[in-house]
């Protein structure tokens, strides 16, 4: 009876370690270009839309369309910052920088928990949870306001948590 018990003992070690063994890879942080495709790039600026993947970040993904850089941006809070306070504090830096210039984002329904499209400056916010997704063009008048949504709708989901 003693040596079943030990062989049972032994039986059940081996198993734990050879199961601890394995090491498992983290899961992948979410990257800015994980969040639009060059395709949909493509579909919203036309056939000519090139990603620049040589310029690209995790935080930041390009690409060159229309005659502008339109820009994918992806952050989340570090160190006791929300995202919406390193976004509110960006948008205060950029006010009175443009002429024209509204305070505050205009209101932006139905992209992540709140979202704001700054004009002069070529940029829509979107919150969803503590992650920010801002999408920029440079320079602003190069792309239309429905444009810059589509690609926010489409990199809103894939948004991480």
């Known amino acids: 009876m003693k040596r079943i018990a030990w062989l049972m003992i032994g039986m059940g070690m081996f198993g734990c370690l050879a199961g601890c063994s394995k090491k498992q890879e983290p899961p992948k942080a979410a990257q800015a270009c994980d969040l639009v495709t060059p395709q949909e790039f493509q579909a919203v600026f036309g056939a000519a839309a090139k ?59 139905g992209l992540g928990d709140t979202a704001g499209w700054v004009e002069n400056v070529g940029e829509l916010f979107v919150f969803k949870g503590n992650v920010l997704l801002r999408v920029t063009v440079n320079p602003p008048d190069r792309a239309t306001f429905e444009q810059v949504k589509t690609l926010a709708e489409k990199a809103a989901p894939r948004l991480p948590n």
Do not use: F
């Not at 006791?80 to 960006?90: I, N, P, V, W």
């Not at 920088?97 to 505050?104: A, E, H, S, V």
């Open 51 to 109: 990603v620049n993947t040589a310029a690209a970040t995790p935080e930041k993904c390009c690409a060159d369309a229309q005659g502008a850089s339109v820009c994918v941006w992806l952050s989340r809070g570090i160190a006791g910052t929300s995202a919406r306070d390193k976004s509110q504090l960006h948008v205060v830096e950029m006010v009175g920088k443009y002429p024209g210039q509204p305070d505050l984002p205009v209101g932006v329904a």
